[in-house]
T-cell receptor, first 111, second 114 residues
Framework: DQQVKQNSPSLSVQEGRISILNCDYT??????FLWYKKYPAEGPTFLIS?????DKNEDGRFTVFLNKSAKHLSLHIVPSQPGDSAVYFC??????????FGSGTRLLVRP | EAQVTQNPRYLITVTGKKLTVTCSQN?????MSWYRQDPGLGLRQIYY???????DKGDVPEGYKVSRKEKRNFPLILESPSPNQTSLYFC?????????????FGEGSWLTVV
């Protein structure tokens, strides 16, 4: 039973446009959510996070939105750049050592 | 430079031959863990450790062992590897267990069991 789901395995976006990556979760106890970015041959790196007391967190071109009633999380990248092409994992948990990761979405930003 | 270092990065081994993947972090983090990444399944936690001599099972611990004798090291041991353990493995560390602590990942170890 996957508690964190990323239903889109891949996404292709034109450079300069918005990329929207989605994530759904089932456990209402989750109170902390993160996005990680992974390039080939590298480990995942932290991108942005949000706690359940907020519904939006912004960091430069990256914004994470949280809809607790829908148990839905999304990452917006505006504007998208070719260097953003990577696999993006969402993760959820109620303590840092027990994060549950989604299966990942491969983003391709076309020049 | 703050980092999580794991070795080997690439390994092909045969079924049943014991192997150890080492992991070391230089950030004095209390928490360390191991994940495996498989297509369509994302990152699944194998084992984690909240401090020296404190370890616990994650979501997929079968076939693996760990030890935490020192704070900086957290080796992953496959006593008798099987082909279903062919995967990409990541070691990770974090300052502590409270929400808000970022997890730092190593670069990954590609393991193939034939």
């Amino acid at each position: 039973d996957q508690q964190v789901k990323q239903n889109s395995p891949s996404l292709s976006v034109q450079e300069g446009r918005i990329s929207i990556l989605n994530c759904d979760y089932t456990n209402s106890m989750f109170d902390y959510f993160l996005w990680y970015k992974k390039y080939p041959a590298e480990g995942p790196t932290f991108l942005i996070s949000i706690s359940s007391i907020k519904d939006k967190n912004e960091d430069g071109r990256f914004t994470v939105f949280l809809n607790k009633s829908a148990k839905h999380l999304s990452l917006h990248i505006v504007p998208s750049q070719p260097g953003d092409s990577a696999v993006y994992f969402c993760a959820a948990g109620h303590s840092s050592y027990k994060l549950i990761f989604g299966s990942g979405t491969r983003l391709l930003v076309r020049p | 430079e703050a980092q999580v270092t794991q070795n080997p990065r690439y390994l092909i081994t045969v079924t049943g031959k014991k192997l150890t993947v080492t992991c070391s972090q230089n950030m004095n983090h209390e928490y360390m863990s191991w994940y495996r990444q498989d297509p369509g399944l994302g990152l699944r936690q194998i084992y984690y450790s909240m401090n020296v001599e404190v370890t616990d099972k994650g979501d997929v611990p079968e076939g693996y062992k760990v030890s935490r004798k020192e704070k900086r090291n957290f080796p992953l041991i496959l006593e008798s590897p099987s082909p279903n353990q062919t995967s990409l493995y990541f070691c990770a560390s974090s300052p502590g267990q409270s929400s808000g602590n970022t997890i730092y990942f190593g670069e990954g170890s590609w393991l193939t069991v034939v």
